[in-house]
């Protein structure tokens, strides 16, 4: 595959502005994208130009950041992509559809539902210019599950012993939007024994009791401090450590 278009979106929900090249930090994302944040999975969006065609679609149209000749729905959850000489990115899943797209057509969002393209977090550092090379490596990571339910229990297991995450990193570490708060505490009650969803508090360090009864006993026994009923930062779980970039 080969990199056919570029674009950068500076501010969040704006159009992407087209570009000759972008600059990858490793663990952060594009340089001067809204999406560049540490620990989060949605720092690269990658589109397919055999979509937006099938679709009748322009090139940033997606709001992609990268637009390659070739189909980036066949590329799976883990897999590694190397744009350019040495930028590299990990595959984290699907770009869900958003209301946006249907400002483009009506009913577009249901209809490219899984091809909307893939969402990637960068590992290396690199320049990608328009006409680089895209190649899958043979490296790979464990793949991340693509529904809500299953993407909270796989970063919910990987909590260390000790630390929390604030529901406000939760979503930021799970790729989801706002609007997905008030699923949060639900899915954290119904939970399979054994997941310590007790390693995750409310914004600010609150403790979630009335969801997670026994929550303030289970931290203490980690050996984490309670004070007016809420988590010092001190405890925090380190976004730079919420994904993993080396395989």
Known sequence: MHVLHLFTKPTSGEPPVPTDQLTLRRGVGIEGDAQARVGSPRQVLLASAPVLAAFGLRPGDLRENVLLDGVAEELASGQVLQLGDTARVRIMGDCEPCA???????????????????????????????????????????????????????????????????????IRALGLTASHYRVIPVLLRKADAGLPVHRVVGAGGRLLTQHLPD?????????????????????????????????
Request: charged content about 20%; hydrophobic content about 40%; aromatic content about 6%.
């Open 100 to 170: 946006y797209l249907n400002t483009l057509q009506p009913g577009l969002a249901k209809r490219i539902n899984g091809r909307r393209g893939m969402l990637a977090m960068a590992i290396a550092d690199g320049v990608v210019r328009v006409g680089d090379r895209a190649t899958v490596l043979p490296q790979t990571f464990p793949p991340v599950p693509n529904d809500t339910r299953g993407k909270l229990h796989e970063f919910v297991a990987r909590i260390p012993p000790g630390r929390v995450v604030c529901t406000t990193e939760l």
């Open 215 to 247: 929550q303030a006993e289970r931290l203490t026994a980690e050996q984490v401090q309670i004070e007016q009923d809420g988590v010092q930062s001190v405890f925090y779980w380190q976004p730079d450590q919420f994904h993993a970039l080396d395989a």
